[in-house]
Nanobody, 127 residues
Framework: QLQLVESGGGLVQPGGSLRLSCAASGFTLSYYNIGWFRQAPGKEREGVSCISSSTGSTNYADSVKGRFTISRDNAKNTVYLQMNSLKPEDTAVYYC????????????????????WGQGTQVTVSS
């Protein structure tokens, strides 16, 4: 019954914007840290951003700081990733994931902290 479903990916020109959604079902999303990760062909999965459950604190990879913003809408049980000023190197499949333990004060973008993953959504940045 647990589900995380990513949506909002697509093709965008360099400098453009996309907003990704991570919709949860079967659990209360706000009780858990939620992370965004991405994986390009031939590369390992990379942490992009996360938001904590207890404090709402956020963390970002250096490569996306100032361009990406993570947010949470508890009423919709959804986490978003607003991506601005997109670059070709942002091209990847983007995944959201739920932390193994609830009610954490801080979050990290290390994959081992997360135990449940969505199916991914493709983001392609190209002219």
């Amino acid at each position: 019954q647990l589900q995380l479903v990513e949506s909002g990916g697509g093709l965008v020109q360099p400098g453009g914007s996309l907003r990704l959604s991570c919709a949860a079902s079967g659990f209360t999303l706000s009780y858990y840290n939620i992370g965004w990760f991405r994986q390009a062909p031939g590369k390992e999965r990379e942490g992009v951003s996360c938001i904590s459950s207890s404090t709402g604190s956020t963390n970002y990879a250096d490569s996306v700081k100032g361009r990406f913003t993570i947010s949470r809408d508890n009423a919709k049980n959804t986490v978003y990733l607003q991506m601005n000023s997109l670059k070709p190197e942002d091209t990847a499949v983007y995944y959201c994931a739920r932390s193994s333990e609830p009610f954490q004060r801080r979050c990290f973008t290390t994959p081992y902290e997360y135990d449940f993953w969505g199916q991914g959504t493709q983001v392609t940045v190209s002219s």
